[in-house]
């Protein structure tokens, strides 16, 4: 059983960065797909950011040339490096995985069996 723990959260001006972070308990074995979804209050979670164990990435359109999803297999660490951020970005965002060919596309909550308890980004204007 893999947990996921998220961090890196915070509250940032407009324009501004983060860094989020997801450990996984252990290692992720390939072939794998993980990602970053968010979820602002009454709306659906949706797919940010997804990378395969081929390093393959994609990301939504609203944070295309913002975000930056990266990995650290050796510690077994997902990355998503948000710039220029927005009040739009504001939301829980949380990490998944799963154990898979290839990452769908684009990602729904339900091709994920391992999530993370979501960390909070807050924009302010």
């Known amino acids: 059983q893999v947990q996921l723990v998220e961090s890196g959260g915070g509250s940032v001006q407009a324009g501004g960065s983060l860094r989020l972070s997801c450990a996984a308990s252990?290692?992720?074995?390939?072939?794998?797909?993980m990602a970053w979804f968010r979820q602002a209050p009454g709306k659906e979670r949706e797919g940010v950011a997804i990378?395969?164990?081929?390093?393959?990435?994609r990301y939504a359109d609203s944070v295309k040339g913002r975000f930056t999803i990266s990995q650290d297999n050796a510690k077994n660490t997902l990355y998503l490096q948000m710039n220029s951020l927005k009040p739009e970005d504001t939301a829980m965002y949380y990490c998944a995985y799963a154990y898979r060919l290839r990452c769908p596309v684009p990602p729904s909550k339900g091709d994920f069996a391992y999530w993370g308890q979501g960390t909070q980004v807050t924009v302010s204007s």
């Open positions: 252990a290692y992720i074995y390939s072939p794998y797909c």
């Open positions: 990378i395969d164990s081929t390093g393959t990435t």
